[in-house]
Protein backbone atom coordinates (compact mmCIF):
# COMPACT_ATOMS: atom_id res chain seq x y z
CA UNK A 1 0.00 0.00 0.00
CA UNK A 2 1.37 3.14 -0.75
CA UNK A 3 1.42 6.32 1.60
CA UNK A 4 2.86 9.69 2.03
CA UNK A 5 2.77 10.51 5.63
CA UNK A 6 3.59 14.05 6.21
CA UNK A 7 4.72 15.51 9.36
CA UNK A 8 6.52 18.38 11.31
CA UNK A 9 3.52 21.13 11.25
CA UNK A 10 2.63 23.15 13.69
CA UNK A 11 2.13 26.43 15.34
CA UNK A 12 4.39 29.06 14.84
CA UNK A 13 4.81 32.86 14.88
CA UNK A 14 5.13 34.99 12.41
CA UNK A 15 8.90 35.77 11.10
CA UNK A 16 9.29 32.09 12.24
CA UNK A 17 10.56 28.70 10.39
CA UNK A 18 9.25 25.03 9.90
CA UNK A 19 10.50 22.14 7.93
CA UNK A 20 7.72 19.77 6.71
CA UNK A 21 8.67 16.05 5.45
CA UNK A 22 7.30 13.82 3.71
CA UNK A 23 8.11 10.11 3.53
CA UNK A 24 6.94 7.98 1.31
CA UNK A 25 6.57 4.46 1.36
CA UNK A 26 4.69 1.32 -0.45
CA UNK A 27 7.10 2.08 -3.74
CA UNK A 28 9.57 4.68 -4.53
CA UNK A 29 8.95 8.04 -5.63
CA UNK A 30 12.69 8.41 -7.04
CA UNK A 31 11.66 8.46 -10.54
CA UNK A 32 8.62 11.12 -10.11
CA UNK A 33 7.74 14.45 -9.33
CA UNK A 34 6.40 15.58 -6.03
CA UNK A 35 4.88 18.54 -5.17
CA UNK A 36 3.24 20.10 -1.68
CA UNK A 37 -0.34 21.95 -1.97
CA UNK A 38 -1.72 24.15 0.61
CA UNK A 39 -5.98 24.51 1.60
CA UNK A 40 -6.63 27.09 4.18
CA UNK A 41 -10.55 27.11 5.59
CA UNK A 42 -12.99 27.71 2.96
CA UNK A 43 -10.48 28.11 0.23
CA UNK A 44 -9.40 25.76 -2.74
CA UNK A 45 -6.63 23.48 -2.14
CA UNK A 46 -3.75 25.84 -3.83
CA UNK A 47 -0.26 24.91 -5.75
CA UNK A 48 2.62 25.99 -3.47
CA UNK A 49 5.88 24.34 -5.05
CA UNK A 50 6.61 21.01 -7.07
CA UNK A 51 10.31 18.91 -7.80
CA UNK A 52 11.12 16.62 -10.34
CA UNK A 53 12.64 13.24 -10.08
CA UNK A 54 16.49 14.44 -9.70
CA UNK A 55 15.57 17.61 -7.60
CA UNK A 56 17.21 19.90 -9.99
CA UNK A 57 14.02 21.85 -11.24
CA UNK A 58 11.80 23.63 -8.77
CA UNK A 59 8.88 25.67 -9.24
CA UNK A 60 7.04 27.89 -6.80
CA UNK A 61 4.01 29.52 -6.21
CA UNK A 62 4.76 33.54 -6.27
CA UNK A 63 3.15 33.78 -3.15
CA UNK A 64 6.01 31.85 -1.42
CA UNK A 65 9.10 32.30 -3.48
CA UNK A 66 11.97 33.56 -1.93
CA UNK A 67 10.51 32.42 1.03
CA UNK A 68 10.17 28.18 0.49
CA UNK A 69 12.18 25.92 -0.29
CA UNK A 70 11.50 22.22 -1.60
CA UNK A 71 14.15 19.71 -1.84
CA UNK A 72 14.23 15.59 -1.56
CA UNK A 73 16.09 12.52 -0.55
CA UNK A 74 15.70 9.71 -2.90
CA UNK A 75 17.57 7.64 -0.74
CA UNK A 76 15.30 7.84 2.13
CA UNK A 77 11.95 8.54 -0.42
CA UNK A 78 11.08 11.60 1.50
CA UNK A 79 10.81 15.08 0.48
CA UNK A 80 10.96 18.20 2.28
CA UNK A 81 9.48 21.92 2.56
CA UNK A 82 11.49 24.48 4.29
CA UNK A 83 9.29 27.36 5.09
CA UNK A 84 11.27 30.44 6.54
CA UNK A 85 9.77 33.97 6.87
CA UNK A 86 6.37 32.37 8.08
CA UNK A 87 3.48 34.84 8.03
CA UNK A 88 -0.32 34.36 9.46
CA UNK A 89 -1.65 33.94 5.33
CA UNK A 90 0.65 30.95 5.21
CA UNK A 91 -1.92 28.79 7.82
CA UNK A 92 -3.00 25.98 6.13
CA UNK A 93 -3.21 22.34 6.08
CA UNK A 94 -0.15 21.24 3.85
CA UNK A 95 -0.55 17.92 1.56
CA UNK A 96 2.56 16.24 0.09
CA UNK A 97 1.24 14.83 -3.38
CA UNK A 98 3.40 12.38 -5.96
CA UNK A 99 2.75 11.99 -10.11
CA UNK A 100 2.34 8.29 -10.70
CA UNK A 101 4.23 8.53 -14.14
CA UNK A 102 7.85 8.44 -13.80
CA UNK A 103 9.73 11.18 -15.08
CA UNK A 104 7.11 13.63 -16.57
CA UNK A 105 7.58 17.47 -14.93
CA UNK A 106 4.45 17.74 -13.22
CA UNK A 107 1.60 20.39 -13.25
CA UNK A 108 0.50 22.64 -10.42
CA UNK A 109 -2.82 21.33 -10.43
CA UNK A 110 -4.01 19.12 -7.99
CA UNK A 111 -5.66 16.39 -10.15
CA UNK A 112 -2.22 15.64 -11.71
CA UNK A 113 -1.45 14.33 -8.68
CA UNK A 114 -1.87 10.46 -8.35
CA UNK A 115 -0.79 9.90 -4.57
CA UNK A 116 -1.57 12.40 -1.56
CA UNK A 117 -0.91 12.43 2.41
CA UNK A 118 -3.59 13.05 4.74
CA UNK A 119 -1.94 16.31 5.31
CA UNK A 120 -0.10 18.55 8.00
CA UNK A 121 -1.23 21.65 9.75
CA UNK A 122 0.73 24.73 9.49
CA UNK A 123 -0.47 27.89 11.98
CA UNK A 124 1.10 31.16 11.88
CA UNK A 125 0.13 33.52 14.59
CA UNK A 126 0.55 37.56 14.14
Known amino acids: QVQLVESGGGLVQAGGSLRLSCAAS????????MAWFRQAPGKEREFVTK????????YYADSVKGRFTIYRDNAKNTVYLQMNSLNPEDSAVYYC???????????????????WGQGTQVTVSS
Open 97 to 115: AAEQTSYVSGTMYPGSYDY
Open 51 to 58: INWSGVNT
Open 26 to 33: GRTFSTNT
